[in-house]
């Protein structure tokens, strides 16, 4: 497809928004047509489902869980991201597969194969070009989160180990797949990540229209 697929990934806290929006104004300032989205929650459709996912109160069977992730990736990308990606266009998107290979993979422990198995099957295979992996101790994640937040999604409240888990999922994929995942101290300076991101992306931008 004649446009780029960026995906930014890591931790709770790690400063994900904030590298996507200094790296959207980046890209539009040089004239590209840019799509900013998330999972769960890029669409109609997705913002009911992360609702369920992210906020139901009680408990939720992990499989079930997987299960709604990969139909809100099912949805979002046959929906939104793919035919951005056939106009040409950029698209920018917090969090994907390798999410969901973390967080329900390794943090759930239902292995990280057979979800992202699961997830590839609902996109018809589609990986991002680029991926920025934004890593960061969580421990320091959670003191970040802490000043941010008066309320914790179902994710976010759990424990010191799940979190490891999800950070030693995200540190393996990016050793298997170097070319497609830049990993980035997140306890650098906000400019300085930046700066790093536009390196690794300059080589893949489409000629603007």
Known sequence: MPGLFITLEGGDGVGKTTQSQLLVRWLEEA???????????????????????????GEMEPRAE???????RAHHIATLVRPALERGEIVVQDRYIDSSEAYQGAGRILG????????????????????????????????????ARTRYDRLEAEKQEFH?????????RAAKEPDRILVVDAAREVAEIASMIRERIQDHLPQPA
Request: charged share 35%; glycine share 6%.
């Open 31 to 57: 004239g590209h047509t840019v799509v900013v989205t998330r999972e769960p929650g890029g669409t109609d459709l997705g913002l009911e489902l992360r609702e369920i996912v992210l906020h139901r109160r």
């Open 66 to 72: 997987a299960l709604i992730y990969a139909a809100d």
């Open 112 to 147: 990280a194969d057979e979800v992202r198995e699961l997830s590839l099957w609902a996109t018809n295979g589609l990986l991002p070009d680029v991926t920025v992996l934004l890593d960061l101790d969580p421990a320091d994640s959670r003191k970040r989160l802490d000043k």
């Open 164 to 172: 490891s888990r999800v950070r030693d999922a995200f540190l393996e």
